[in-house]
């Protein structure tokens, strides 16, 4: 695969834009942004508004609007197209929505030529993924979800305002399906290198957990909808593949055990996937990991794919 540093950026709404301007605001490795969307009109003024912050990046981008055939020799293809996700909806009632208008998207990348590697933020963030894999026919490491990233990030956010320590030192996980039935392996987490027990009880823990896990909902009621912290975690995703960094990330990957894209920590460099850290959960964090994997799986059954 041509190394260029070029990106191709499918769906130009919210999610799709704060990435855009994440990686506009931070050093990193793309020198070419090839926007598509289909309203094109839209996507030019969107193209000309982000190339006139770039006297003050910290490096060029080449930022222009596209199609399809741009793919051809892109490194990295980020998905963020399909429908939103609506107050009193979950993830999962988007499911049909988007599983058509992927199917769309990526036999059209797939006809350029494309052969880099897919990075998928669309909702259900873990079926999407492995919808893309199934019509792309890649290998399962050149697929990748944004999986637990924002939901870990959250996590780590919740924590240190809670403990009063700076949210880097925190090291702690969201694990399982990007949805109601994700899970945090408590038994793991660490403020800097002390366990999480001396920080908080369980009581906090759980009310921690809750929040993380309700927070998409809160904001889309609060908003309409979430993007700047998602479009955050993409620009760090996406920094990891092109720098070839081998960098742990919580994304969904594929559990070649049970034949699913689900978020777990994931060691990710230019081949997209190194490897994904199995870790030593309790009975009862297996437990909650067995119901997230068969809660994609249910989902998946519920769709015909090639």
Known sequence: MIKNGKIVLIGCGNV???????????KNYCNELILVD?????????ASDL????PF???????KVGNYKDCFDAELVVIAAGANQSPGETRMDLIEKNSNIFEKIVTEVMRSGFDGIFLVATNPLDVMTYITWKYS???TNKVIG?????DTARLRYKISEKVNMNSKNIHAYVMGEHGDSEFVPWSIAKVGAEDINVYLNEDEKIEIENSVRNAAYEIIKQKGSTYYGIGMCLARITNAILGDENTVITVSSYDETNEVFIGGPTILNKDGVKKRVYIKLTEQEEGKLV?????IKKAINTLEII
């Open 291 to 295: 119901n997230s994997i068969n809660t």
């Open 146 to 150: 944004s999986g637990t990233s924002l």
């Open 137 to 139: 026919k890649l290998p």
């Open 16 to 26: 799709g834009m704060a990435y855009a301007y994440a990686l506009l605001n931070q």
């Open 57 to 63: 990046a910290p490096n060029k981008i080449d930022i």
């Open 38 to 46: 289909l309203d094109i009109e839209r996507i030019k003024g969107e």
């Open 51 to 54: 190339s006139h912050g770039l």
